[in-house]
């Protein structure tokens, strides 16, 4: 063999086919991250099937190894495995693959496949693709978290324009317009359609259904329209269960709602038709809290007070980006999940709390749970959602003393306010 042929094939030995998979990783790391953006591309759960069948067939060190390009030489009778799909399916599966840039087809004539010959389905396209599959993987989750957070916003904003289109239909003169306003509600989409919405139309329905939302508080709150007393089947605040009278909701916490009763439009055919799970199904405008759980008497003005400035900050953002000191219940109890999912709470941990105490007692649940976690005469909290499952469970055994923790956590900004002016 000459020198030439040496140099040669000592080039080839050490030549770099890819970078190999990033420190620490392993065949089923890269796996899970190629299926993720698989899927992210659009691809179907049966070609997603395929390709993890091909990357199984493939040795984990054809991943590590620079001077080796990881590929699959199995024929498409082996890829089927029984799974009931024929040639053709696969043939389009690979396709599939190849053109969102995770193999490279490399065939012998009418498709053939040789290990010896190295003709088959070669992984190299998505090793070099790995950050990219990484920035799409993060982008990915970041609009998830986004969609299930406009998801949320919604099912809350649906409580509050259905209650708000009670109580302006039962005004003894309607503002013209009414009618319009409660078409547009009607004709929103149910809630278990939303999932199906794309990121920029969920965005843009929630805003237009806060934007109606305003439209109707602000004829709602004219001066000289509301008179009555308020609504015995929507209390919007937290209320002692001795007190005779409440108070409402609105931005100032002093002014009276109206009841709604033989002049209420009928929604029975508007409500969403969703999962069992569903907010919008599980809770209706019905804000009354247990008769087994009594809870303090505030407002939003309180309730804003009691907040801690990072559950403030969330509040504010929720309500506009402004800081107001009484802001809006749909503002707070938006600001208080957002607050609770920020320090590691669960959602399933706040369905539970409104489920067993209401909207409103899982509000104050929310900002004493918050509270705690800045407390200096208690133990720190390790875990707040657990900290919020344990009040809920501490009232199904009847023992949850909401109004205690509400006056411990009055008296130590009363005394946080004191030391503040020392």
């Known amino acids: 063999m ?14 770099r086919f890819h970078n190999g998979l990033p420190e620490g990783w392993n065949r089923d790391r890269f796996r899970q991250l190629c299926v993720c953006y698989a899927q992210i591309r659009g691809a179907s759960a049966q070609c997603i099937r395929t390709f993890e069948i091909i ?27 029984g799974r009931g799909v024929t040639d053709r399916t696969i043939h389009n599966h690979e396709r599939e693959l190849e053109s969102i840039g995770l193999i490279e087809r490399r065939l012998g004539a009418n498709g053939a496949r040789c290990k010896r010959k190295g003709l088959g389905l070669f992984l190299t396209p998505a090793l070099d693709l790995i950050s990219e ?44 317009g ?12 149910r809630a278990d359609k939303l999932k199906y919405l794309l990121l920029d139309e969920l965005r843009a329905h929630v805003q237009a259904a806060h934007d109606l939302w305003k439209r109707i508080e602000g004829h709602v709150a004219k001066g000289g329209e509301i008179s009555g007393r308020p609504e015995a089947s929507f209390g919007c605040h937290i209320q002692d269960q001795i007190e005779e009278t409440i108070l409402s909701c609105n931005a100032d916490g002093e002014i009276s709602m109206p009841s709604a009763k033989a002049s209420e439009p009928d929604f029975s055919g508007s409500g969403p038709d969703g999962p069992a799970h569903c907010l919008e199904s599980n809770h209706p405008t019905d804000m009354v809290p247990h008769k087994s759980q009594k809870l303090p008497r505030v407002n939003n003005r309180i309730l804003y007070d009691l907040a801690s400035p990072e559950l403030r900050m969330h509040i504010d953002i929720a309500g506009g980006g402004a800081q107001t000191f009484a802001p809006t219940l749909f503002a707070i109890e938006t600001g208080v999940w957002s607050r609770l999912s920020e320090i590691g709470t669960n959602i399933s941990a706040w369905h539970a709390a409104i489920d ?36 809920v469970k501490a009232d199904e055994r009847g023992e949850l003393n909401m109004i205690s923790s509400f006056m411990g956590l009055l008296a130590r900004r009363a005394r946080e306010e004191e030391d503040g002016l020392r």
């Open 133 to 176: 599959m990484l920035d799409a993987e993060v982008r990915s989750k970041a609009e998830k978290k986004e969609h299930d957070e406009l998801r949320g916003d919604r099912s809350r904003l649906y409580r509050y324009v259905k209650h708000s289109l009670l109580v302006l239909h039962s005004l003894p003169c309607p503002p013209d």
């Open 55 to 81: 990357i199984d067939m493939i040795s984990p060190c054809a991943f590590c190894d620079p001077s080796q390009e990881p590929f699959c030489y199995a024929r498409q009778e082996t890829l089927i495995a």
């Open 356 to 391: 067993r105490l209401t909207v409103m007692g899982a509000i104050l649940a929310g900002v004493i749970t918050d509270a705690r976690l800045s407390d200096p005469k208690l133990p720190p909290v390790v875990n707040p959602g657990g900290y919020l499952r344990g009040m």
């Open 178 to 189: 009414a009618g319009d306003m409660m078409d547009e509600f009607g004709s929103w989409p």
């Open 2 to 15: 000459s020198f030439r042929q040496i140099a040669s094939a000592h080039h080839r030995e050490n030549s």
